[in-house]
């Protein structure tokens, strides 16, 4: 798997060096792509809030426009940090602004989503978005509270590319089904209150997986960090 992501990242980065060198030329910062992903986040969260506010319950489509401009964000995460490295201005003050700015990043989104689900009273969902929230900055915190105390914690599925990816190909499936099946489409069985599946559980379901993901990712992240410390003393 590791390799995997190893050659995939490889092909990423041919692909978008040739646009990197066109950014030192124009002498675009690394900050300023990490703040250009932060604005789209935010844009984001504006269209699932404006969503909410106009769409009925069975129109997902802002989901997958959220979705897209997500994924847009989150190549913006290895834009910078490719700049970076290209240019020759990788700093370490520069790799806080960016772990900061993602950090703010991330709850923006989550804030959209849980505020579309909330609205559309998809009351399952919008608690599954909060338990991920707080799993994805935990992961983070953990890491970065454990690397202040000399350990590694760099341990774990659910990193903050996976976490991205996730959210954003899971709503814009889930648009694409709703444009297929209909927004409205649900399968019932008798013995529940409410649907087994409907056109929202493709999202439903992903961030229910991020939930418990990242939160085991949290957990397993402090007990990999407090061995370490006990060996060291």
């Not at 000399?150 to 709503?171: C, H, T, Y």
Request: net charge neutral; hydrophobic share 50%.
């Amino acid at each position: 798997m590791y390799d995997l992501k190893k050659q995939g990242q490889e092909l990423a980065y041919k692909v978008m060096d040739p646009i990197i060198k066109v950014l030192i030329k124009l002498k675009v910062t690394p900050n300023m792509i990490t703040l250009f992903g932060l604005l789209l986040t935010v844009g984001s969260a504006a269209v699932l809030i404006y969503g909410a506010e106009i769409g009925d319950r069975d129109n997902h489509k802002y989901i997958g426009i959220a979705g897209w401009i997500i994924l847009l964000a989150g190549a913006m995460d290895m834009v910078d940090g490719r700049l970076a490295r290209l240019s020759g201005t990788a700093h370490p003050s520069g790799a806080l602004f960016d772990s900061v700015i993602d950090r703010y990043s991330e709850l923006f989104m989550f804030f959209g989503f849980c505020y579309y689900t909330v609205t559309q009273n998809y009351l399952f969902t919008s608690i599954f978005c909060f338990m991920a929230m707080i799993g994805s900055i935990m992961v983070s915190y953990t890491r970065a509270r454990a690397e202040g105390l000399n350990a590694d914690a760099s341990v774990g599925l659910m990193q903050r590319p996976e976490r991205i990816l996730l959210i954003a190909f899971s709503s814009i499936a889930t648009s694409i089904l709703s444009s297929i099946m209909g927004g409205a489409y649900t399968y019932n069985v008798d013995w529940l209150n409410q649907p087994l599946f409907e056109t929202i559980s493709i999202f439903s379901i992903a961030i229910f997986f991020l939930a418990i993901s990242a939160n085991m990712t949290a957990i397993q992240r402090l007990n990999h960090a407090s061995n370490e410390l006990r060996k060291n003393g």
